[in-house]
């Protein structure tokens, strides 16, 4: 052994890292309720810190791990407390990072069966989890991704596939050169990632059939030109500055009549489904042909967790596996087939975890939950005197004041007080504030201290 794997050796034994790791981990999880939601200007400015060149010699662990929490901790945004509101995040449900602790020991390959069977056997349990809670059609097929953006793009892959196929065209052999044309539908209000993958996919966005969306950000169904066996449709359940769902019921019964493929981007609103109160908003997504939905996001597991399903599980292997010939394929589920990736993380573990923990009625009462307090944040912003400009029918609110002027210097105010954080984002051509309730520590007194919040910056 030479002294570098002696080093190492001992630093595994000794444990000395994992307990200066723990320690500082622990530190971090009691102060974030109270730290600054967004580092301040002199916690950025340690950063700099880390503009230095690479050391000629190796180092002891400890000292690495000192300098990523004296200078890294600080400059991290607390969305893990209970007022972070920026974008749609999410929070981490306790277990979900025990066990993502435990499975980054084991340190599995998650590709094949052969390398991680425990892996291969919990993407098989949250595969038929997940087909329940959302309802999903038995032949359904589910592949774990790192977010909602890679599993668009391999819904949308099994849609390219499948529709050329349909009309006599291999894509895998043939390419898009010379490809029969698709016809790619979109309403105005799809999410950046969906418009990405369709670009990654060949289709760019002047090759896309932009349908009209609503004052909620809706497909306008009456919009709808005549489709036929060569549309893809692109739906969304969870507009990310309304929290809007498409009308899922109608556009899959147009689209099932004539054989065209249906897309669900639901990233973070697909989990209405699992909320007995606020299922009816998903209402239909059944007949689709895919979904696409996140973990780390409403269901509050920790980053790098999305879910692709594809009711077509043929066109979705054939779609991601063109060229897999000298893969080792085992009799238990090989989870490569159903990603782009090869070697990947075990991130299944987590999704179980998490799903293992709440149980249906867990899942239900987070879901809801951020929706009541949504609704309680709309109720007390108006009260002093914002205007809601979205139907509260999920987690998201968008506020505005009396003018664009207002809306700015209130979001700067509360950005800048450290005390909570939301983002900023414009709706039909005026400046808002848009708020995402999605970590379960979000608690009532949260809201309360927000709305405050507002109140202040108001009469600034
Ligand atoms: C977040 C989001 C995405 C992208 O998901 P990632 O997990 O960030 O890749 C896509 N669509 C919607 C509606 C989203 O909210």
């Known amino acids: 052994m030479n002294r570098l794997q002696q080093q190492m050796k001992q630093e595994l034994k000794s444990k000395e890292l994992f307990d200066q790791v723990r320690s500082h981990a622990f530190e971090y999880i009691d102060g974030v309720e109270t730290m600054d939601v967004f580092p301040s200007e002199s916690n950025l400015e340690g950063l700099t810190n880390f503009d230095e060149s690479l050391q000629q010699n190796s180092i002891a662990a400890t000292q690495v791990i000192d300098q990523l929490h004296s200078f890294g901790s600080p400059a991290t945004v607390a969305h893990t407390g209970g007022k972070y509101f920026g974008f749609v995040l999410g929070g981490t449900v306790p277990v979900s990072l025990g066990v993502k602790w435990l499975s980054d020991v084991w340190d599995q390959c998650g590709g094949l069966y052969l390398t991680s069977p425990i892996n291969s056997k919990l993407e098989e349990v949250c595969e038929r989890w997940l087909k329940d809670i959302f309802d999903l059609p038995k032949e359904t097929v589910a592949g774990f991704v790192s977010g909602t953006s890679m599993a668009n793009l391999s819904g949308l892959a099994a849609a390219r596939y499948q529709l050329l196929k349909n009309l006599g065209w291999d894509v895998n052999k043939n390419g898009l050169n010379g ?31 932009w349908i009209p969306s609503d004052d909620q950000g809706r497909l306008q169904v009456d919009k709808l030109p005549k489709i036929d066996s060569s549309c893809l449709l692109l739906l969304q359940a969870g507009n990310a500055n309304t929290g809007a769902f498409d009308d899922f019921d109608t556009v899959c019964d147009i689209a099932n009549r004539v054989g065209a493929w249906v897309h669900i981007d639901g990233a973070f609103g697909l989990w209405a489904a699992a909320s007995k109160e606020l299922s009816y908003l998903t209402k239909g997504i059944e007949k689709a042909s895919s979904w696409a939905v996140d973990g780390h996001k409403t269901l509050n597991t920790p980053y790098d967790s999305g879910v692709i399903m594809c009711r077509y599980p043929e066109a979705f292997v054939n779609a991601l596996q063109a060229t897999g010939e000298y893969i080792i394929y085992s009799e238990q589920r090989d989870p490569l087939l159903f990603t782009p990736e090869l070697s990947k993380r075990s991130r299944a573990i987590e999704l179980w975890a998490t799903m293992k923990y709440l149980g249906k009625d867990g899942i239900d009462q987070m879901v809801i939950t951020f929706h009541q307090r949504a609704k309680q944040l709309e109720d007390g912003l108006q009260k002093i005197g914002f205007k809601i400009l979205n139907d509260v029918v999920f987690n998201q609110v968008l506020v505005a004041g009396d003018s664009d002027q207002e809306t700015k210097q209130v979001l700067e105010y509360i950005q800048n007080s450290g005390e909570c954080w939301l983002g900023g984002s414009t709706w039909q051509e005026k400046s808002v504030i848009r708020i995402s309730i999605c970590s379960w520590m979000t608690s009532d007194s949260d809201i309360e201290q927000t709305i405050d919040l507002f109140n202040k910056a108001k009469k600034k």
């Open 179 to 209: 490809a029969p044309k698709l016809r790619i539908l979109a309403h105005e209000q799809v999410h950046a990632s969906v418009k990405k993958t369709l670009t990654m996919l060949g289709y760019g966005t002047n090759s896309i059939e």
